[in-house]
C-alpha cells in the first residue's frame, strides 16, 4: 500500500470539498454505533488498524497536483482511537502529521467514525463502521460472518469499490441548470469557534411509520416535509424582508439507481420545497408536493441528467487546464454564492441499517451526523436499525427554533419523541 | 424520565432542561439522573494545529535570496543609486509581516502587530534617508504609522476582551476611522503649516459621532437590536 504509484482521482464530489477547506471548518461527517456494553479501547484500536487496509479510499491522504487534487495510499500507521469529544466533526487538517481525513471515537458504549467528505458517502462510511464493529466483536469472540455490508477483511480490496461511478453513468445528452435560485436562509447567531449543537430525537419507527402512511407517503418524504413545515414557520415568525422559497438539500444515493459497489462518494442532491409566496401551504400541502416533486425527479433520468451537468464541467479541456488555485477560487465562489444559498437547509436519510443476524443482539442503535454546516444553519440526517429511528440535528448557530418546531410537529402528529443534546 | 410541559417529548434521562425551549425539569431529584453517563462527553476536542515551517522556511529562502541578489546586482553591476535598498527592505518587512503569523503562533496579535509597526517604521525610515526626507518621516510617517499600529492593537484588544456582535464591531471600525482621519488630519496640518488644527477629518469625525450615536442606540434596546438583526439578516 505503501506505493506512492497507486493514486487515484478525486471523485466528481470529492473534488468540491477541499476547496471549501478553512481552518474553521471541513466538510466531514461522522457514524455512530451504539453496543450493549462498554466500549474497550485497545481492542478497538486493534480491530482498526486490522480493517483499515481493507478500504483502500479511507487509508489515503490527499495531495495536491498542478490540476486537481489527488488521493494517494498513506503508509502511516492508523491513527490512534480517541475518546470522544463534546464538540464532533471538528475540522481536519489536510496536512496533519499523519495525513489521514479520518478519525474514530469511543464513548461509553459508542463507537464514532469521522471522515472527511473527499473520501465517501454515508454508505461507505457506514460500510467501514460495519466491519470495524464485526472485527471488534470477533477479536471477543462473537462469529460475525461476512454480511449485510460487512466486508471480509482478508480480501483483497476491489476495483470496483474505488472506482468513480459518476464519470460511468454521466452520460446525459441534457444537462439542467445548475442553480435552482436563492431560497430561505435560516440566520442566526454564530456559536464560537468550535461548537458544533446537536439535538437528537429517537422514536420507534414503527410510530413514524404509520405517522407517514396515513398521509400515503414514505418516510423520507414526510421526514422532508416536517422539516419544509419547521422553516416555513420559522420564516413566517422571523418576518423577514423579502419572502424566500423554502428549499431541502438532500443527498440521493446514486447506487439504488445505477448498479455500484463503490465506497467514495456516490450521491447528488435534489431540492423539495415550497414557495411561500404564492401562498399559505398547509402541511397536508407541503407533503403533496414533495411527495410529487420526489416522484417526479428520483429516477435514473434525471438523476443521469443532474450527474452529467457536473461531469461535464470536470470533462471541459477548458477547465482541465486552469491552475489547481484558481479552481480553488471559483469553485468556492460558486458554491458560497449559488450552491449554498439555493438550500435552507439540509436533510439526509440514510434508510433502514441492516447488520449481520449474529451481530444484532451486541448492537442498539446507529446515529448520523452530517456535521458542521458551511453556512450557519441546522443540518438533518435520519437513520434506522430495528425499531429505533433516529433524527440529529447538527448546528454551529445558538438558535434551535427549526429544531423545535420540528419536534414539536412529530409530537403532534401522535410520535413519541426522546430527546438527547449536547447543549449546555 | 421526565416529559417536557411546552414541546411534549421525552427528555434524556439526564438533562435538567429541556433543549428545545430551556423549560426546567422539576423536580429535578425525582427525573434527573445524576450518576448516569450522558449520552454526550463533557471534554471538548481541540483542532490540531496547522504547521507552516515548511512554507516559512521557503518564503525565508525566496525573500533572502531575492535581497542578496538585488543587493549584489546593485553593488556590482548597477551602481547608478541606491535601488536596492528598497528591494531589500521590502523583503524584509514582508518577512517580519509573515513569519511570525507562521512560526510563533502563540504569539499575542497585538505584539504582531506591534512588531508590524516597527518593521513598517524601519523601512520608512529607510526611504527617508535614501531620499534625504526625514522631516516628512517625523512629523507624518511616524505619527501616522503609531497612531495605526497604536489604533490596530487597541482594536484587536477589545475585539478579544469585550462583545463579538457585529454592531460593536462596526461601532469599533467608525470610532478607529475617526481618530485616525484625525491624526492624518493633524499630521498633514503640522506638516504644512507648522500648526495642530481640524479641518476636513472634522466632517469625518461628526459622521463618525452619528453613526456611533445610532450603533449605541440600537445596541441598547434589545428589540431594535433584534429588528435591525432581522431585517439586516445579521
Known sequence: MSDRKQWFKLDLSGNVYPTLQRRSFSSTFRVSISLNEKIKPDILQKAFEKTLPRFPTFKAAIRKGFFWRYLEPNPNPAPMVERDVKNPCMPMNLRSKHRYLIRMYYYENQISFEVFHSLSDGLGALTFLKTVTAVYLRMQGVAVPNEEGVLDIDEEPKMSEMEDSYMKYADSKVTPKRSQGSAYRVRGTKEPFYTLNIICGSMEARQLKAAAKKHGVTITEYMNAVLIYALVENQKNAKTWKERPVRIAMPVNLRQFFPSNTLRNFITMVYPGVDPRMGDYSFEEILRQVHYYMRYYINDKFLRADITTNAQTFRSPFIRIVPLWFKDITVKQFYKRVQDCQSSAGLTNLGVIKVPKEMEPYVERFDILMGQPFSPRTNCAIVTYKDIATISFASSIIENDIERIFFRKLVQEGIEVTIQSNRD | ?234
Open chain 2, 1 to 234: 424520565m421526565a416529559y417536557c410541559v411546552n414541546c411534549g417529548v421525552k427528555l434524556e434521562e439526564t438533562l435538567s432542561k429541556c433543549p428545545l425551549c430551556n423549560t426546567p425539569v422539576y423536580p429535578k431529584e425525582m427525573f434527573v439522573a445524576d450518576e448516569k453517563a450522558p449520552p454526550y462527553p463533557q471534554e471538548r476536542g481541540t483542532v490540531e494545529k496547522v504547521r507552516r515551517t515548511d512554507v516559512a522556511i521557503l518564503l525565508a529562502v525566496l525573500f533572502g535570496s531575492t535581497a542578496l541578489g538585488c543587493g549584489l546586482l546593485n553593488l556590482f553591476v548597477y551602481r547608478g543609486s541606491l535601488w536596492s535598498l528598497y528591494v531589500i527592505g521590502a523583503c524584509a518587512v514582508f518577512l517580519i509581516f509573515s513569519l511570525p503569523a507562521m512560526l510563533y503562533q502563540k504569539l499575542p496579535y497585538i505584539m504582531m502587530t506591534v512588531i508590524d509597526g516597527g518593521a513598517l517604521l524601519l523601512y520608512v525610515a529607510m526611504v527617508a534617508v535614501v531620499n534625504d526626507g526625514m522631516r516628512w518621516y517625523w512629523e507624518i510617517a511616524v505619527p501616522v504609522i503609531a497612531l495605526g499600529t497604536f489604533l490596530v492593537s487597541v482594536f484587536i484588544y477589545i475585539k478579544q476582551r469585550a462583545s463579538r456582535s457585529i454592531l460593536f464591531t462596526a461601532m469599533l471600525v467608525v470610532i478607529n476611522i475617526a481618530v485616525f482621519c484625525v491624526g492624518l488630519n493633524l499630521s498633514i496640518r503640522y506638516y504644512l503649516d507648522k500648526r495642530l488644527a481640524i479641518t476636513w477629518s472634522a466632517v469625518v469625525l461628526v459622521c463618525a459621532a452619528i453613526i456611533t450615536v445610532a450603533l449605541i442606540t440600537v445596541m441598547r434596546s434589545s428589540r431594535l437590536r433584534e429588528e435591525v438583526r432581522r431585517r439586516m439578516h445579521i
